[in-house]
């Protein structure tokens, strides 16, 4: 399990941002403005119900959409920590897990790529003009 990762705030990172109020604010006052929308069918009573509904489903909504971007930015966070983003080994071989077969790639070593005759009659060179037919 990788170690806590510090993050940098928004601000930090050079990230554009909203506050958790921002966005509360922002989510109640659309819910409103539906609400009072949906509500003016039933007339006066209906716009204030609705606005208040649309208020506090609003509210609700904005603080969910908060609490997920911190739960996504979080992972996000160790993930690019365990894959070397962040650590600066981004591309780098795991040395902490062993080969399956105990054996290196071809093209690893140096060894070129075969381009031997194929079994349908080819001669394994792309474009070389005559197949025979």
Known sequence: MAAPVS???P???GLPHTSEAAATATGTLVGAAAGAA???IAGPPGILIGAVLGAMAGAATSKALVENDAVEAQAEAELDEEIGVTGGSLGAAMTTRE???GAFSGGSTGVPES???SEDGGTGVGGSGDSGD
Do not use: D, N, R, V
């Open 7 to 9: 993050m940098p705030t």
């Open 11 to 13: 601000s930090q990172a």
């Open 38 to 40: 949906a509500g003016a």
């Open 99 to 101: 080969a399956k077969i």
């Open 115 to 117: 381009h031997g005759p």
